[in-house]
């Protein structure tokens, strides 16, 4: 997810069959764990005698205090006057004051380690942003994604934005695997016929579902569930998290087909080395996918790409998952696309309305577990069973390790900038004016 989305490139006619695939497990992609290269950038140098009295560069720390990495932490505040507005400063009208006053000074750095806290001021959008002073150079935050910062205004003003997308990634690909799991094997139907009627029976009194949708789910889920194996995973995004779902899918333990469709075609060594297949659009793509996991980032424009047009080209009865971004997805027309059978499951691990769930696809992830208990009425239509949806509540990237990384590459990007390195993992450098 760390790249943008850039213009299209025209491919060649894709041949799945074809493609050589490497008897190996794919190789293992970057983990953020202090890695050499992070550990070796170097803090500014000690100011020198005729400097010793000019202040440190000024962070401006939004959110809550560093937890894991204390030892990084200590270097971070040797270098940078750390200043971190209080919970009230951060409210939005607040902020807005706060940056008008020029309450926190010429701050070159903004940081923000966590992603459930540091965003109350909400959108970094035109408003916001041109109240910044003129020494911001960087602003490194947590998360993959960063649909919630204008990138490219921030760009243009001369503030290269760092995401975390490669601390995120393996938590992500590891949900992705549960998450096309249960597109294969229907876990929500399976959960909710074992549990669903215990929790109506303790609010209703009524035991009239319990144990029937426990053997129903048990005799009818086996002809509707399928082993991945074979099958064709369509990635739509191949970065670092599209490519470490393929990592995970493509070995033998899973031996799924892996193809993927994104903007810039990724290098020939790459795609042999994970077994991916490209795709030179997304319509081909969802036309050849059993499986399509959306893993890219939100567009600019914040318009969905799975529409329903985009849907008329999916393969029939094929699986949807998403642990991207909701906006991305017109959730009425996926619930279109359940409803006729085109798609057979889905799993979405991010929403549209956060933190409102499609109500429509609520029904179809738990709703209604006793419409199979009739084999007759269950024979005619392989699709119209319970469970078809697994909702979850943005978990994807949610790890502890996820965290311990966020905060980690956050520091390391605005000492790499302030040291006059190259940022670690910038989004926007396309949109810096070139100021040679
Ligand atoms: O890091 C992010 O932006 C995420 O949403 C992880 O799920």
């Known amino acids: 997810m760390a790249e943008p989305f850039n213009t299209p490139i025209p491919g060649s006619t894709p041949v799945l069959a074809s493609t050589p695939r490497s008897s190996s497990p794919a190789p293992l992609l970057p983990s ?36 894991y990495n204390p030892a990084t932490y200590t270097e971070f505040s040797q270098a940078f006057e750390v200043i971190r507005p209080s919970t009230a400063e951060r409210d939005r009208g607040e902020f807005k004051k706060a940056l008008q006053e020029r309450r926190w000074g010429d701050f070159s750095a903004i940081f923000r380690p966590f ?12 408003e916001l942003i041109s109240l910044l002073p003129s020494s911001v150079e960087v602003f490194a935050s947590a998360g993959a994604g960063f649909d919630w910062a204008d990138t490219k205004l ?53 035991d009239a579902t319990t144990g029937k949708t426990f053997q129903a789910c048990h005799s009818l889920a086996t002809a509707v569930s399928h082993n991945p194996r074979n099958h064709v995973l369509g990635l739509i995004g191949f ?31 790459l795609e042999s080395s994970l077994g991916a297949t490209y795709y030179p659009s997304l319509e081909l793509l969802l036309a050849a996918s059993d499986c399509a996991v959306l893993c890219t980032p939100a567009s600019p424009d914040g318009k969905p790409l799975i529409t ?13 998952v998403n642990v ?4 991305l997805v017109d959730e009425e027309a996926l619930a279109d696309a359940l409803e006729d059978g085109r798609i ?5 691990d991010v929403h549209a309305e956060e933190p409102k769930v499609n109500s429509r696809l609520v029904k179809m992830a738990f709703g209604e577990q006793d419409v199979v208990t009739d084999h007759t009425q269950h024979a005619k239509s392989n699709f119209n069973h319970p469970g078809r949806v697994m909702l979850t509540c943005h978990n994807a990237g949610g790890t502890v390790e996820t965290h311990i990384g966020f905060e980690e590459l956050s520091m390391r990007n605005i000492m790499a900038v302030s040291g006059g390195k190259e940022a670690i993992t910038p989004v926007n450098l396309h949109y810096l004016k070139k100021t040679e």
Request: aromatic letters at 8%.
């Open 308 to 320: 329903s047009d985009a849907l008329k080209h999916v393969k029939k009865g094929s699986r949807f």
């Open 239 to 269: 970065g670092n998290i599209g490519q470490q779902i393929a990592a995970r899918f493509g070995n033998p333990s899973f031996g799924m087909r892996i193809a993927y469709y994104d903007v810039v075609r990724k290098p020939a060594s």
């Open 154 to 206: 921030l760009g243009e003003r001369g503030i290269i934005y760092c995401n975390s997308g490669l601390a995120a990634a393996e938590a992500v690909a590891d949900f992705a695997v549960a998450m096309v799991i249960s597109t294969f094997r229907h876990l929500p139907w399976c959960m909710g016929a074992a549990t669903l009627p215990y929790f109506l029976k303790a609010s209703s009194g009524s």
């Open 324 to 327: 991207a971004r909701g906006s």
């Open 115 to 126: 992603w459930g806290t540091g965003g109350e001021m909400g959108r970094w959008d035109a």
């Open 32 to 67: 953020l764990t202090p890695t050499a290269s992070m550990s070796t950038i170097p803090l500014r140098p000690p100011p020198q005698k005729d400097q010793s009295e000019r202040r440190r560069p000024i962070v401006l720390h939004i959110g809550d205090p560093i937890k």
């Open 344 to 348: 057979s499951a889905a799993a979405l």
